[in-house]
């Protein structure tokens, strides 16, 4: 089973940047979709962005298009968070997804959020603070 670990989180203020890693190992990364979730406290996981690797289809969730941009490169899958504000607070985790990509990448044509039942292996997550 293939492993994730997240890392490149921080306290940054509002209109401020980070570059969130997602490290993969025991998996070929090109196979496979990947999500990225976020958790606030109190408040249920929820899909910020996903990548389907064979093709490039995209997913932003509505609160941060125009802000976060998700890239690759071998073994890594990399979330960019520009503009900062203080509701993208939260512990931000990368996890593979169970669906085959052609219907991940369908699912993303037809508008559909991000549910996290789909996806597993989930890494331990890297907190992301933005504060004044």
């Known amino acids: 089973q293939g492993q994730l670990v997240e890392s490149g989180g921080g306290l940054v203020q509002p209109g401020g940047s980070l570059r969130l890693s997602c490290t993969t190992s025991?998996?070929?990364?090109?196979?496979?979709?990947i999500g990225w979730f976020r958790q606030a406290p109190g408040q249920e996981r929820e899909g910020v962005s996903c990548?389907?690797?064979?093709?490039?289809t995209t997913y932003y969730a509505d609160a941060v298009k125009g802000r976060f941009s998700i890239s690759r490169d071998k073994h890594t899958v990399y979330l960019q968070l520009n503009n900062l504000q203080p509701e993208d607070t939260a512990v931000y985790y990368c996890a593979i997804d169970r669906l085959p990509q052609g219907a991940r990448a369908a699912k993303i044509r037809l508008g559909e959020a991000l549910s996290s039942e789909d996806f597993n292996s989930w890494g331990q997550g890297t907190q992301v603070t933005v504060s004044s």
């Open positions: 025991g998996f070929p990364l090109e196979h496979f979709a």
């Open positions: 990548l389907v690797n064979s093709g490039g």
